[in-house]
């Protein structure tokens, strides 16, 4: 079994790297503003999970073939880029009926949970800050001469996304609490239904401009 002061280790380094604002993050808030506390949760909850499949497909051994060709990482991170601004610009078309949706509480819904709960899975697993935290450093971290090397990484991965789902669910909290007051407007409402998905087509053009030149 690994040692705590690994395990240790390993989440300390996932902290730092968690707590600073990324893709998912970003997102999370994004659809806190446009949507609300309970959107902003579920997609925590799609997030950790994409982010969990990326841990799966690690030890499986597929992330080393993303984290070796540049094709294959430029591809999914420029899928998840366009599926990000996609969904801002469908934030920023659907803002002006924000107020409506928020003040009838329609129950019949359930739809949207599962609608919600998906993009958020899809972000998770095209985030390519989480994609080469998992390929390049999770491994470096398994102590192979125990043994057990896919139960390990995903143990790791486990620690990772606990950390996560507290700090995301932290973040989307305090942006859905800022929603509240804005949503007693509809002007008001519209226009941080605006923000969030500006944010959203934002993040997505980031994603795209950044990461490896290799």
């Not at 801002?88 to 329609?106: F, I, K, M, P, Y």
């Not at 950390?163 to 929603?179: E, H, M, Q």
């Amino acid at each position: 079994m690994m040692s705590s002061e690994r395990l240790l280790a390993f989440a300390a380094m996932s902290f730092l790297l968690i707590v600073i604002p990324g893709p998912s993050v970003l997102f999370v808030i994004g659809r806190a503003l446009a949507q609300g506390r309970r959107a902003a949760l579920t997609t925590v909850v799609g997030n950790t999970l994409g982010a969990y499949a990326l841990v799966v497909a690690v030890a499986l051994g597929v992330g080393s073939v993303v984290e070796r060709s540049v094709l294959v990482f430029t591809t999914l991170k420029l899928a998840g880029a366009a599926y990000l601004i996609h969904l801002g610009v469908r934030a920023w078309r659907q803002r002006g009926s924000l107020h409506a949706a928020v003040t009838e509480r329609d129950p019949t819904r359930g739809g949207s949970g599962l609608r919600t709960l998906w993009e958020g899975f899809a972000v998770g697993v095209a985030n390519p800050k989480t994609m080469v935290f998992f390929a390049a450093v999770l491994p470096q971290f398994v102590d192979r001469a125990q043994g057990h090397v896919m139960t390990q990484m995903l143990l790791l991965g486990l620690i990772f996304n606990i950390i996560a789902v507290a700090c995301d669910s932290v973040w989307g909290l305090a942006a859905a609490t800022g929603r509240d007051w804005f949503a007693r407007s509809p002007r008001r409402l519209s226009l941080v239904g605006g923000i969030g998905g500006l944010t959203m087509i934002g993040l997505g053009v980031t994603v795209a401009v950044t990461g490896r030149k290799d």
